[in-house]
């Protein structure tokens, strides 16, 4: 059986050793080469803390659940044995002394999460890295993946393979189940046909032994998900652009959407998927609103009838007057529809955006959402929702059509599946009608796993187009990744039960999907700093447009205003901004490109202003995202039992970093 690894649960477990709270407070071990950073531990299975350096423990004592992630106050030899004084951190007392045996030393705050289980095989822990790195870089991984996997789930793996498991057959959310998967070291690996990949040396929670014996029964199958799932729900939520140049569509939308609820309801009753409205539009040209920026109508709330959708959806009318350019504020109405739309107890949430014009992103003088296109997705994806564009390529809008198309095309792209991007040729209202109708019923089968996109009725007789036919059946399988990732929830899927092993970040036999996404547990005091250092940047850039040589200087101005390592950042040693001292050490270190990082004093002056006007722009945009985040209650973990306090930790994404 899979061991839940809660750490709030884990942590409370922990007994009181030691000093009484009435003591000095202690604050733990600095890393060597470190200003800030903490030494950190993950424990063994068996750790059992004592009171001095040494000690046997006492019987019946209290062991400390495997993997708990504490902090180091102190280490000592005694008995011919290195010891680790070990404790919560923050205001508490240490808990005791553990033999150093027993905990593994954790230099990052790296983990990794299971990405969505579409168009993906399961990922393979391996005994040693070097036998992963063969399989990749010299033999057919992708034939050694099938015929492992085979192996396992008839209970036939060798005892001498150079696997020891294989991820769960039903997918681990770390959304809905937080668990950790520390990444304990890495290298870059290369697939024959060029593709890289990480090789991951993680850490798992295991009950009982050390390591985990190898497969030697068939594995249970997977539980059925081809039904109807009891208590699942889907919600979908349209954003529909209310400008005067989309008047004719609107009443388009009304026709179509009222079709969709009347079958979907007849279809499904109660369980129909729940609608929710907004509209959005943009400002004038002095600024104002036209009426409203972004607005909600209706929410997907439990209405078997949808009668306040379909009153909403009348209430739906066009601008009178035009505003300032072709452009729209769309990314203010999905902004919106992700964190201002009460979502219930919906699951499945599908975001649907609907206009005639490119978005105007949160870095332009008028953006209302603060968010440009890959912070934007981000946020969507942090709350675990998908977003589809329907664009309708009117004739009016033929210059702006390119733009609007990349920039839906990158706000669409679900992780492993791709883009949700629906073009509409010409703007033709049947057409367009067809779409709306297609998509919303593809998302509601996303509850009918026995049904595919292709069962999809056909309106008119008429098939899609390739690009809207592509988009649906992408659209079909992030409804099934949807449920697939409640299911596994609602079954109590854990991690895969090992201690140590070595697993690729990418699929072996497709190496284009990723099977573990790479993230970093940041704190919230961390996010804060993170936001304020990325302020002091945007700041000293926007101070030194006119003087642009005078930009790293502001640099070490703000550096050491912030009271950061004023010994790095002075004279020619801080030629990057990295060397400036700005940025946390948390950061440093990490298996990604940092494009704010490695940034040159010479980059800097060899750009063009509108290549400095992007850089400062995206800095704004990420600034704005790590508020969302910070300010979102629900996204964070407590390892302390505070999941309000600095210490709650978010897995943020690589992607999102600077």
């Known amino acids: 059986m899979l061991k839940t690894l809660t750490m709030a649960t884990a942590l409370a477990l922990l007994p009181v050793i030691g000093l009484a709270q009435s003591a000095p407070e202690r604050r733990p071990l600095l890393m060597a080469g470190k200003s800030t950073l903490e030494q950190r531990v993950l424990t ?36 011919g044995e290195d010891w680790v004084e070990v404790g919560r951190g923050g205001r508490s007392a240490p808990v005791g002394w553990v033999p150093a045996r027993t905990v593994i030393d954790w230099k990052q705050n790296l983990v990794v999460a299971f990405t969505d289980r579409v168009n993906r095989n399961r990922a393979l822990f391996f005994k040693d890295g070097e036998d992963l790195r063969r399989i990749v870089e010299e033999e057919d991984a992708g034939a050694f993946a099938r015929d492992t996997l085979t192996a396992i789930q008839t209970g036939t793996l060798a005892p001498d393979a150079p696997v020891i498991a294989a991820e769960p057959p039903a997918h681990v959310d770390i959304s809905r189940q937080f668990y950790l998967l520390p990444i304990l070291d890495w290298q870059e690996v290369w697939f024959p046909d060029g593709f890289q990949a990480l090789a991951l040396n ?26 109807v799932a009891e208590g699942y729900r889907t919600g979908v939520v349209f954003v529909v652009d209310t400008s005067i140049s989309f008047d004719r569509y609107i009443r388009a939308a009304e026709r179509v959407m009222t079709g969709v609820r009347d079958r979907l309801v007849k279809e499904f009753g109660p369980a129909a998927p729940r609608f929710g409205l907004v509209g959005f539009r943009d400002v004038m040209e002095d600024g104002s609103p036209d009426g409203y920026v972004s607005k909600v109508f209706a929410e997907p709330v439990a209405d078997p009838e949808q009668a306040d959708f379909l009153t909403a959806l009348g209430r739906l009318e066009a601008s009178k007057v035009s505003n300032r350019d072709f452009r729209e504020d769309a990314y203010a109405g999905l902004r919106t529809a992700i964190e201002g739309v009460d979502w219930g107890d919906t699951e499945g949430r599908f975001v649907v955006l609907i206009t005639d014009a490119s978005p105007r992103t949160g870095a332009e003088d008028g953006g209302a959402s603060g968010l440009g296109t890959e912070q ?39 992780p492993n599946i791709g883009s949700l991007y629906f073009p509409v040729a010409g703007g033709d209202v049947a057409a367009y009608e067809a779409v709306v109708d297609r998509l919303a019923t593809t998302i509601a089968q996303g509850m009918r796993p026995d049904l595919t996109p292709a069962d999809v009725p056909e309106v008119e007789a008429a098939p899609a187009p390739a690009p809207v036919a592509e988009a649906l059946e992408r659209t079909g399988l992030v409804g099934k990744a949807m449920r697939l990732a409640w299911a596994g929830a609602q079954q109590g899927s854990r991690p895969p039960e090992l201690f140590q092993a070595w697993v690729a970040d990418r699929d072996l036999a497709h190496p284009a999907s990723k099977a573990l996404d790479v993230r970093v547990l940041i704190t919230r005091n961390q996010l804060s700093d993170l936001q304020a250092t990325l302020q002091a940047i945007l700041d000293a850039g926007e101070a030194t447009r006119i003087a642009p040589g005078d930009f790293f200087g502001a640099l070490q101005g703000a550096a050491a205003a912030m009271s950061r390592r004023p010994d790095r950042v002075a004279g020619a040693e801080a030629r990057r901004l990295a060397d400036t001292g700005l940025i946390g050490e948390y950061l440093e270190g990490l298996p990604y490109r940092s494009r704010v990082l490695e940034l040159t004093e010479d980059d800097w002056l060899a750009w063009s202003f509108g ?10 945009a990420k600034i704005r995202l790590y508020r969302a985040i910070h300010d979102d209650a629900d996204l964070w973990i407590a390892l302390d039992d505070d999941r309000a306090g600095g210490e709650a930790v978010y897995p943020i994404a690589l992607d999102a970093l600077p």
Do not use: M
């Open 202 to 227: 993680v850490a798992a929670t295991s009950e009982g032994a050390e390591a985990p014996e190898t497969a030697a029964a068939p594995e249970a199958p997977a539980p059925e998900a081809d039904v």
């Open 44 to 79: 063994r299975p068996g750790a059992v803390p004592v009171a001095r350096p040494g000690d046997d423990a006492p019987e019946g004592a209290a062991v400390i659940p495997p993997l708990s992630l504490l902090f180091v106050y102190g280490r000592e030899t005694a008995g």
């Open 611 to 620: 290549q400095q006007r992007e850089f400062l722009d995206d800095l704004a």
């Open 376 to 414: 934007l997705r981000l946020l969507a994806q942090a709350n675990r929702t998908a977003i589809a564009a329907v664009h309708l390529e009117t004739p009016a809008g033929a210059e702006d059509h390119a733009r609007a198309a990349a920039a839906y095309r990158d706000l669409t792209d679900y």
